[in-house]
């Protein structure tokens, strides 16, 4: 089993910044795959971005350039920088990993977007 705690979410200004922050535990092991999705009210959730620790990060079109994706194997730690955010990237994000086959999901934490 796999445990996945988000951090960080909350109230945002356009243009400004903030980071969010996944915690692993459990049966960990270095390869593995961590993402971060978003869902806003009334869409589908949707990808932000993956590192599936083979160096083949990918971005949403939506996010590329102003999001970045990191992580801290040590820590066993997956950020979002989100830079430069507008009211469309409103949402709750939430932490995804893949761990041997079985994919497991963090509780989710709200982002606001809003002057």
């Known amino acids: 089993q796999v445990q996945l705690v988000e951090s960080g979410g909350g109230l945002v200004q356009p243009g400004g910044s903030l980071t969010l922050s996944c915690a692993a535990s459990?049966?960990?092991?270095?390869?593995?795959?961590m993402a971060w999705y978003r869902q806003a009210p009334g869409k589908w959730r949707e990808l932000v971005a993956s590192?599936?620790?083979?160096?083949?990060?990918y971005y949403a079109d939506s996010v590329k350039g102003r999001f970045t994706i990191s992580r801290d194997n040590a820590k066993n730690t997956v950020y979002l920088q989100m830079n430069s955010p507008t009211p469309e990237d409103t949402a709750v994000y939430y932490c995804?990993?893949?761990?041997?086959?079985?994919?497991?999901w963090g509780q989710g934490t709200q982002v606001t977007v809003s002057s």
């Open positions: 995804f990993a893949l761990v041997q086959g079985v994919s497991y």
């Open positions: 459990g049966n960990i092991y270095s390869a593995y795959t």
């Open positions: 590192d599936p620790s083979d160096g083949s990060i």
